[in-house]
């Protein structure tokens, strides 16, 4: 079984950075591929970005393209979103998400694993 916790959220002005982390305990982080999602209030919960197990491929949602990072430390079983130039449209509940498969997805039903989520909210 695969536990992950969230952290980094917090309050940001527009225009600000914040990054997150998600720690990973249990099975084998380093094979996994990893994702980022977000819920906004009264939206459905949508694809932010997505890592490979080794890293070197990365997967975005446009709106986030350009603005938003994934990477990860299997050494650390840790992956990160840093996150820049945040836009009020960004807020939201962030999740990460671990799958099983080797394959990495952008879609939330291919993930088996899931977090408690870190609240971002960037102010106008």
């Known amino acids: 079984q695969v536990q992950l916790v969230e952290s980094g959220g917090g309050l940001v002005q527009a225009g600000g950075s914040l990054s997150l982390s998600c720690a990973a305990s249990?099975?084998?982080?380093?094979?996994?591929?990893m994702g980022w999602f977000r819920q906004a209030p009264g939206k459905e919960r949508e694809f932010v970005a997505a890592?490979?197990?080794?890293?070197?491929?990365?997967y975005y949602a446009d709106a986030v393209k350009g603005r938003f990072t994934i990477y990860r430390d299997n050494a650390k079983n840790t992956v990160l979103l840093q996150m820049n130039s945040l836009k009020p449209e960004d807020t939201a509940l962030y999740y990460c998400?671990?799958?099983?498969?080797?394959?990495?997805?952008?879609?939330?039903?291919?993930?088996?694993?899931w977090g408690q989520g870190t609240q971002v909210t960037v102010s106008s």
């Open positions: 890592i490979n197990w080794s890293g070197a491929d990365t």
């Open positions: 998400a671990a799958r099983n498969r080797l394959e990495p997805s952008t879609t939330q039903q291919d993930y088996d694993y």
């Open positions: 249990g099975g084998t982080f380093g094979l996994r591929p």
